[in-house]
């Protein structure tokens, strides 16, 4: 199995702060990438899929970047909505598709 | 706006079968490009994959738990169904069901997920 390991465990922000989160993969999964967002008692949503591409309705200020084994979410400019834990995924080699272990973005 | 809804009948018994089922609206579940996929998480653990179904039968799981897990679909109801035997305490989680854009791939919608607690 692939496994996607994510850091750090919290980044600590402020509002108006650029944050980065980062998400390895055990060995190359190309671009098969997606980055989501959770928040306690939502449905998780769909931020990044393709490592880069942008999903509907995502603002502007999310971003994804990075191949074969790193990437990279930055979200530009965090807004108050923003703070919740942020989830990588690959789509790669299957089964099984596999989970990050995720990063909490929390209120500095 | 495509909209997952998971329901079940709430606690389980080790060793019973846990069922649960995700009510599909706002799109049709016979869509051929879409898979539709449970994934769990148990408490202050990963996101899990359990497996997908297309609206054609078609199935595939995640190894860790093919052997205990049925998943298919009830296109007339537009739901789709999960079905887990033998279930220990490590089966405790909340459960997703999700929208997946083609098999193997990612989930552009999920349902808000339902906790299951397996305990005597």
């Known amino acids: 199995d692939i496994v996607m390991t994510q850091s750090p465990g919290t980044l600590s922000v402020s509002p108006g702060d650029r944050a980065t989160l980062s998400c390895r993969a055990s060995?190359?999964?190309?671009?098969?990438l997606a980055w989501y967002q959770q928040k306690p008692g939502q449905a998780p949503r769909l931020l990044i899929y393709g490592a880069s591409s942008r999903a509907t309705g995502i603002p502007a200020r999310f971003s994804g970047s990075g191949s074969g084994t790193e990437f990279t979410l930055t979200i530009s400019s965090v807004q108050s909505e923003d703070f919740a834990v942020y989830h990588c995924?690959?789509?790669?080699?299957?089964?099984?598709?596999?989970f990050g272990g995720g990063t909490r973005v929390e209120i500095k | 706006q495509v909209q997952l809804q998971e329901s079940g009948p709430g606690p389980v018994r080790p060793s019973e079968t846990l069922s649960l089922t995700c009510t599909v609206s706002?799109?049709?579940?016979?869509?051929?490009?879409?898979?539709w996929g449970w994934i769990r998480q148990p408490p202050g653990k990963d996101f899990e994959w359990i497996g997908s179904v297309h609206y054609s039968g078609t199935t595939y799981y995640n190894p860790s738990l093919r052997s205990r897990v049925n998943i298919f679909v009830e296109t007339s109801r537009s739901q789709f169904s999960l079905k887990l035997r033998s279930v220990t305490a490590a089966d405790t989680a909340v459960y997703y069901c999700?929208?997946?854009?083609?098999?193997?791939?990612?989930?552009?919608?999920w349902g808000q997920g339902t906790l299951v607690i397996v305990s005597a």
């Open positions: 995924q690959q789509y790669n080699r299957w089964p099984p598709l596999t």
């Open positions: 706002g799109d049709s579940i016979s869509t051929s490009r879409y898979y």
């Open positions: 060995q190359s999964i190309l671009n098969n």
């Open positions: 999700a929208r997946e854009v083609g098999s193997g791939s990612y989930f552009n919608h």
